[in-house]
Each structure stands twice: as structure tokens, then as C-alpha cells.
């Protein structure tokens, strides 16, 4: 038997949302009955990912680590959406793969901007938001990295870390409420982030999976998509494998 969750009623916002991970989590939540608003920095490929949603979704052209690009899309998303329940923090890059004294300085700043302080700003904007109601549900996309550290990814590593750090502060934060925030570390998941890394990364990652093969992004949306539900009422501040059994704890 199938059992999706129901969605219906909910507004969403996910972030990286016209590619990988992001695009498929806002697929299933979309088909799931959420009205889904897609932050993505690209504007061509989200109004071409945009056009395949049966019933049109809401999108907005962010920069992540631009504090007054996500606070003007926070505010556009919720009154486009008429609300704004689920946040799901996709966006995302994996850099260059050097090793950690001759990794540009520049190279380090972007990756830990985008995918560490990047999230850190949606969660500020979207918050306030969910405290008016008092109902909400954060899902910050880690990774395996930020629990191991892969060699040669080193800002990756530390920035997912954090994400991981910033899920736990956050949970506490809003434990009196009825909103929850919560992490998840994929193993690698075969998408165009790839094309960022070297070959030589990927067979790495692949060898360290026991499963033997990258992750699917539907499988990871399926996760968020629990993470994201009403259902998922108990769990807050928590960190959540899907790794291919390549997590140890």
C-alpha cells in the first residue's frame, strides 16, 4: 500500500528548488496537495521547471546569501501562497575539490555562504512566519560530509557541519512550539552538483557507500517529505541518515 502524506492546506517554500534534490522535493510535495513557492537563483531554469507543475507554483529568483533577497521573497512567497508552513533549505554547492591549505580563499567563502549561511538567512526570514500561526516544519538538506568530513571537500564538509549544528540549536529554540526543525545527511545523490567535483570525489564517495550506488533524489524527497508532515510531530532537532548504510551514527 502507498501512503502519502496529505498536504493539503500547506504552503511551502524550498529553496534550490529548480534542480536535484530541491526539484524533486518540491515535486512531491506539490503532487502531495502543498502550495509550493520554488527559490531558485536561476531565473530561465525555474521558470522552464515552473511550466511542468500541473496547477502552476509560486517562484521567486533568490540569492541566498543576500539577507534583503530572501526577506523580500519570504514576505512575496507568503502573500502569494497565503501562508507559509514548510521550509525546506535545498540550495546548495559543493565546490572545488583541493586540499584544505591550497583551497582558494574565494572557493571557501562562496561554498560556506551559500550552503551554511544561506540557510541560516531562510530560517530568519521564515520563522517569524511560522510563529503566527504557531505551526511549522524545517527541513535543512546536511550531508554525510558534515558528520565525516570528506577529504579534498573541506568547506563543504564544515558548512554541512554547521547546517547540522544550526538544525540542533534551532529545534531548541522552538521546542515550546508546534514547529520543528530538522536535518537530513544524504550520502551522494547523483545530480548536476556533480559536474562540480572531480572524478576522482565521486569514486570515493561511491566506494564509501555499502550499498554500492548513489542515492536517488526521489528517495530523499520521500524523507523530506515525512520530515515535512504533520506526522512528524516528535522529532525536532534531529539528524536523519539516508546514506546507503555509509552513516555509522
Not at 61 to 72: C, F, I, L
Not at 184 to 213: C, N, Y
Not at 215 to 239: D, K, N, Q
Amino acid at each position: 500500500m502507498t501512503v502519502t502524506h496529505n498536504f493539503s492546506g500547506r504552503a511551502a517554500v524550498v529553496t534550490g528548488g529548480a534542480r536535484g534534490i530541491g526539484l524533486a522535493a518540491a515535486r512531491r510535495l506539490h503532487a502531495s496537495g502543498a502550495k509550493v513557492a520554488i527559490w531558485d537563483l536561476d531565473p530561465e531554469r525555474t521558470t522552464e521547471v515552473a511550466t511542468t507543475f500541473a496547477g502552476g507554483v509560486e517562484t521567486q529568483q533568490v540569492d541566498v546569501t543576500n539577507w534583503a533577497s530572501v526577506e523580500a521573497a519570504a514576505e512575496a512567497s507568503h502573500a502569494a501562497m497565503g501562508g507559509l508552513d514548510i521550509l525546506v533549505n535545498s540550495a546548495g554547492v559543493a565546490g572545488p575539490n583541493f586540499k584544505t591549505w591550497e583551497y582558494p580563499i574565494e572557493e571557501w567563502t562562496k561554498v560556506v555562504d551559500i550552503d551554511l549561511n544561506g540557510t541560516f538567512l531562510c530560517c530568519r526570514a521564515a520563522v517569524p512566519f511560522m510563529l503566527e500561526k504557531n505551526y511549522g516544519r524545517i527541513v535543512n538538506i546536511a550531508s554525510i560530509a558534515g558528520k565525516e568530513g570528506n577529504p579534498n571537500a573541506s568547506p563543504y564538509s564544515a558548512a554541512k557541519a554547521g547546517v547540522i549544528g544550526l538544525t540542533k540549536s534551532l529545534g531548541k529554540e522552538l521546542a515550546d512550539t508546534a514547529i520543528t526543525a530538522n536535518c537530513i545527511t544524504p550520502a551522494a545523490v547523483r545530480t548536476e552538483i556533480f559536474d562540480q567535483i572531480s572524478q576522482q570525489h565521486i569514486d570515493f564517495m561511491l566506494s564509501k557507500i555499502p550499498l554500492g550506488r548513489f542515492g536517488l533524489v526521489e528517495e530523499i524527497a520521500s524523507l523530506i517529505a515525512w520530515l515535512a508532515s504533520e506526522e512528524c510531530s516528535f522529532s525536532t532537532g534531529g539528524v536523519f541518515d539516508i546514506s546507503g548504510g555509509r552513516a555509522t551514527y
